[in-house]
């Protein structure tokens, strides 16, 4: 039996089995939280069995405009959901045969292999992936800066690496891990930084170039880049100044800043609108296939979209927050390659309460969510900009506008 692929295209509410009333009312509560002061900024879409039934966008381009100047195509930065495209990128390495994910991630990095340092060889490619390699970022971080201190000098960077990605993974070699592999999950950006890096040297191209070729291309994913280029800034949306994401950070000052827009790195680099992250999601709904192309196999997004983090070890998020350490406990749910998968005691704020148990998808730190559900047959993407942190750094009212969704579903 053929699968079917649904490509995205628009229709109305009520031809897929959902109410044209509350989804006026879904385009009003969206409307709503601009007017109130909630984000000054956000854009949406939904579908359903491939019919986009909302695309709408609310509030300015850039924080202080007087006037509303978002638009439906506005290219947002997506931070941390630029994870589940490196993960994809991943996996098409995978099956192509090329990388394994039980093998050693210095396997691909051997630059990295330093003489007498054991756990190198029990850290692999899928630790990375699902954040259980033991490598805590904030830790890392401080030996990294003493490394630099004491190195006067590094080879040229490698071919196809970012002289500023270059330099930290170079100096990260011998670093100590904060557990080990497979006895905790630590939230790492390194990990994915990694994981880029893997991509580069397996494909032979950087690896926004082969996400381009790979991902981007055969999608339609027109308005989503790494680095962005001068003709598509106009329609980038900038933060205020102090907002969350526009912290200053080792190797960059902030997520508006022109050296984020420059590195392109595979943790959280990716900008993107609404219309093509929903491509993307909707790919993987698919099982791996959009518009008559198999980006994935089926066998590859079971695997992405299957929990792969034990219960019964601790999972957390390291932050550095007003000088101080701060440890961020992630509360049920479970982690595939990638993704959230929301089927196991699910208490983060971020994801909607009336998601069916088989939903998956990725929050951005700032504002950005995406995510698809299998049993409601729906993707959505909620793209903001958040003025302030809730409680677990969630994306404010992403879980609202979920549920809202969810309770459009009649049929």
Sequence with gaps: MKMKSPELRQGKPEDVGMDPVRIRRLHEL?????????????????????????????????????????????????????????????????????????????????????????????????????????????????????????????????????PVIDRRIRLSAGAPLARRPGTAMIYSNFAYLLLGDIIRSVSGQPHAQFIKSRIFKPLGMRDSYFVLPPESLERRVYRGSGMPATEPTPIHRGIDSPEYNELGFASGGVASTARDLAAFVQMLLNRGSYGGRQILSRAGVAAMTRHHVDDSIPRIMPLFRDGKRLEIEFHGGAYGYGLFVFERGDRFAANGTLNSPSAFGHAGYGGAFVWADPEHEVVGVYLSVSPRLNRDIGVMNSDLFQNAVNAAIID
């Design 30 to 162: 969206v409307g709503s939280w601009v007017e109130s002061g909630d984000t000054p900024s956000v854009a949406v879409l939904v579908a359903r069995r491939g019919v986009i039934v909302l695309h709408d966008a609310f509030g300015v381009r850039r924080y202080g405009d007087p006037t509303p100047t978002l638009k439906p195509d506005s290219i947002f930065p997506i931070s941390s959901c630029s994870k589940s495209i490196t993960a994809v990128a991943v996996m098409c390495l995978v099956e192509d045969g090329l990388i394994g994910l039980n093998r050693p991630f210095i396997d691909y990095i051997p630059e990295l292999d330093v003489p007498g340092v054991q756990w190198l060889e029990e850290v692999r490619v899928a630790d990375l992936l699902c954040h259980t390699s033991g490598i805590d970022d904030l830790e890392l971080g401080n030996f990294i800066a003493a490394a630099a201190s004491r190195s006067s000098e590094l080879p040229p960077p490698a071919p196809g690496r970012h």
